[in-house]
Each structure stands twice: as structure tokens, then as C-alpha cells.
């Protein structure tokens, strides 16, 4: 079966620190990987998705990037964390159209 | 474009009946409904492909009309376990299941 496994689950950094969070996907091959955040509250914003290796997709410009070095494999950075950046990183995962999202369990990120 | 849902907020006693509806101003290929519990990750529900479609999940379904461009979250019976943040995802087009997340619902059970 597909697991997502998403790390870590907690974090609390500085203004103006880098960021790396990690996400892969176990059970699958190919699968379109998501990054989303969530403001307390509030609802889901999509950062990023891929459909590949290589392939990143960017849909709101911010502070953040991702890569995907791997097939299953999803990386959200930042070289300097701005306290707007905190938040509920929720990396998800899909086989294909017509099939809904898997959450990984989420960072919970504090910009301090 | 992010869809609306309506209510913001339900309150319902066991065993109530409720709808929480879900509207996009584009054209829709498909919409997912999700449940998320206070401070975890969404649980997917179901997803509707066709318009018109009704899917169900024990004492949930869901329709969606294309047409209208709207879908709707029925659940009966309600169990404290329903209890959560519901929403609304559209997928404009089939290519690469880009989902835009509605406001959400939150929805409160009680005894």
C-alpha cells in the first residue's frame, strides 16, 4: 500500500534561517506530488506541484521554492524565512486525474 | 479562482441532517470533498468526476452539477465523529489535478 511520510512535524526558526522540509512517497511510482499551506484558520493555499522529476509548477510567487530530485521525492526550501511564512505545510500526493489527495501529516512551522 | 462554500459554520445535534454546498465561478472537471480534524492533516471523501454525479460514503454523498457549476455535501444522521472542517476542492481542467481548495465548513456535533 502508499504511505506519504512527511518530516518534521514541528518547527520553530528564526527570521531570515534557511528552511528544507521533506516529503516522499512509498508504494507508487510517478505520483503528481502538492505542497500546500494552511494559515490557522484558514483554508489550503497551493504552493507547488509536480508531475515529474525536474518538473515544478510555481502558483503563488513567494519566498519558497521546491524540487523534486527524485520520483517520489518533494522538497520545500527557503533561504530566509520570513515570519508571513508560518504556517501548516501539508505535502499530498495523487496517481493520476480523477483520483483524490493523500496527505502527508504535516510541519507545523513557526517563524519566530 | 477559489470556490465558496456555504455555511462557514454549522452546529447540529446527533442524528441531524446537514448540506454544505460548494460553488465555482469556472467551469469545473471534477470536485473533492475533504474532512480535517483540528490540527491534522485532510482526510479525502470522495471525488465527483461527471456532472450530475452523486457518490456516497456510508451516510455521506455528494453532487455535483456541472452545469451550475456547483456541488453539495449531504451527510445524515450525524455522528460526533462528523464533527471538523470540510472542503471543497475544483479541478478546472484534466491535466494535472491542480486543485483549488474552497473556505471550508466547520462543522460541530453535539451530543
Known amino acids: 500500500s502508499q504511505t506519504i511520510h512527511q518530516w518534521p512535524a514541528t518547527l520553530v526558526q528564526p527570521v531570515g534561517s534557511p528552511l528544507s522540509l521533506e516529503c516522499t512517497v512509498e508504494?507508487?511510482?510517478?505520483?503528481?506530488l502538492y505542497w500546500y499551506r494552511q494559515a490557522a484558520g484558514r483554508g489550503l493555499q497551493l504552493l507547488f506541484y509536480s508531475v515529474g522529476i525536474g518538473q515544478i509548477s510555481s502558483e503563488v510567487p513567494q519566498n519558497l521554492s521546491a524540487s523534486r530530485p527524485q520520483d517520489r521525492q518533494f522538497i520545500l526550501s527557503s533561504k530566509k524565512l520570513l515570519l508571513s511564512d508560518s504556517g501548516f505545510y501539508l505535502c499530498?500526493?495523487?496517481?493520476?486525474?480523477?483520483?483524490?489527495?493523500?496527505f502527508g501529516s504535516g510541519t507545523r512551522l513557526t517563524v519566530v | 479562482q477559489q470556490p465558496v462554500q456555504s455555511p462557514q459554520a454549522v452546529i447540529l445535534r446527533e442524528g441531524e441532517d446537514a448540506v454544505i454546498n460548494c460553488s465555482s465561478s469556472k467551469a469545473l472537471y471534477s470536485v473533492h470533498w475533504y474532512r480535517q480534524k483540528h490540527g491534522e492533516a485532510p482526510i479525502f471523501l470522495m471525488i465527483?468526476?461527471?456532472?450530475?454525479e452523486q457518490k456516497g460514503h456510508d451516510k455521506i454523498s455528494a453532487s455535483f452539477n456541472e452545469k451550475k457549476q456547483q456541488s453539495s455535501l449531504y451527510l445524515t444522521a450525524s455522528q460526533l465523529s462528523y464533527s471538523g472542517t470540510y472542503f471543497c476542492g475544483t479541478e478546472n481542467s484534466g491535466g494535472y489535478q491542480k486543485v483549488t481548495f474552497g473556505t471550508g465548513t466547520k462543522l460541530q456535533v453535539i451530543p
Open positions: 465527483l468526476l461527471k456532472g450530475g
Open positions: 499530498a500526493w495523487s496517481p493520476r486525474a480523477g483520483h483524490g489527495y493523500t
Open positions: 508504494g507508487t511510482s510517478n505520483p503528481n
